[in-house]
């Protein structure tokens, strides 16, 4: 019987064969994209010119991507997805309106990564000083929206954020959740030589354990507060012996080399954060409303407020209280529900609470993601 001996040359024929006809269909593919990316361009351009501004549509994006997730046969994951397709609609975005967004900086803080996660990379980003410039910036119309925190899933609620919510014109047009990841940041890698670490409250608090067991020559007077993560890092690339605990971006940007990665005491550790601007945004089929709201100080008027919700079947996804300010030991509430304010029985619950409440303001209406 005859044998076939094929050589190394031969096979290495075979697979560069091989090799340009699966790539000469991915150029057919890439061709195709393109003239269909540039279609969809030229729509979006189009449907700029009739609604003539207003380009963010917070509504309209959510049903496109739990669209696109659901028809998804893989191999990528939706959040791939998600991501891929939050670039399409940033590019698509930019050729009907320009947008500026408002975050707290500086450049590298997960403020800015949770803005660039809800409005892709084509948008113009504004670094400000702190959360209340973060809606000064909107409130002028120097940016359009505002990315601001609210709350953590280890350290609860970002109190300055409620506080302007409160008493801000500003409206809640949407939430972004980002799963925060901190690493310990410095420009060596000799845990020993370091003698002071910067960050923001929350981080340290974030890290607290893992802190105590990998550092502990340091007291807890070398954990130096800063504005923020970034600005953490920035002071920590100016000297040897300082450490940062940020984000990987920040590090980035500072020139710092990661001595520890996730070093976060609960790896869900995951902060929400709010898009604030001046939209009434539509109902998207899974939604959330947010509103604060204040009652008279009498046993059982918590209990008797909440009333209507439960009568009407509404959820209530997160109840937190704050001091109101005006007088000593009274309290707001600000709460969450699952619905939009526009559905039935969403307003004739929110109609009970008006008349019940000392005080009610609805901040605003949005996809819940």
């Known amino acids: 019987m005859p044998e076939f001996i094929i050589s190394r040359r031969q096979i290495n024929r075979l697979m560069i064969n091989q090799l340009k006809q699966l790539r000469d269909k991915i150029d057919a593919i890439d061709s195709e994209l393109l003239k269909l990316m540039s279609a969809r361009a030229g729509l979006a351009r189009e449907i700029g010119q009739i609604k003539n501004g207003m380009a963010y549509r917070p509504e309209r994006e959510a049903q496109v991507l739990t669209r696109l997730c659901a028809l998804n046969p893989g191999p990528l994951a939706n959040e791939h997805i998600v991501r891929l397709f939050t670039e399409i609609m940033s590019l698509c975005r930019s050729l009907e309106e320009p947008m500026t967004i408002a975050y707290l900086g500086p450049q590298g803080t997960f403020s800015e990564e949770a803005a660039l996660k809800r409005f892709g990379g084509v948008v113009t980003t504004l670094a400000c000083n702190s959360i209340d410039d973060v809606f000064r910036k909107v409130e002028a119309g120097v ?5 601001v925190p609210v ?75 800063a504005a923020s993560n970034a600005d953490a890092a920035r002071l920590a690339a100016g000297d040897e012996t300082a450490a940062a605990v940020a984000g990987k ?38 939604d959330k409303t947010s509103l604060v709201m204040s009652v008279k100080n009498r046993p059982g008027a918590i209990h008797e407020l909440l009333a209507p919700l439960a009568e009407h079947g509404v959820s209530m996804s997160r109840l937190e209280s704050r001091p109101s300010r005006a007088s000593l030991w009274e309290y707001v509430f600000f709460v969450d529900i699952e619905g939009h304010q526009q559905d039935a029985t969403i307003a004739k619950a929110l109609q009970e609470l008006r008349e019940r409440s000392a005080f009610l303001k609805i901040l605003g209406s949005y996809p819940a993601m």
């Not at 940016?143 to 990315?147: D, K, L, N, R």
């Not at 608090?205 to 020559?217: G, V, Y």
């Open 249 to 286: 971006k920040a590090g980035e940007v500072f020139g710092l080399t990661i001595c520890a990665e996730n070093i976060e005491d609960d790896p869900n550790n995951t902060t929400r954060f709010l898009v604030i601007g001046t939209q009434e945004v539509a109902a998207s089929g899974k």
């Open 143 to 147: 940016a359009g929206y505002g990315v």
């Open 151 to 225: 709350e953590n899933s280890t350290e609860g609620a970002v109190g300055r954020s409620l506080d302007l919510l409160l008493h801000t014109p500003l409206k809640v047009c949407g939430e972004i959740k980002l799963p925060i990841h901190q690493h310990l940041l410095a420009l060596q890698t000799d845990l020993a030589r370091i003698k002071k670490i910067y960050s923001h409250p929350q981080s340290f608090s974030q890290c607290h354990e893992w802190l105590n067991a990998n550092l502990p020559h340091l007291p807890e007077v070398a954990r130096i507060n």
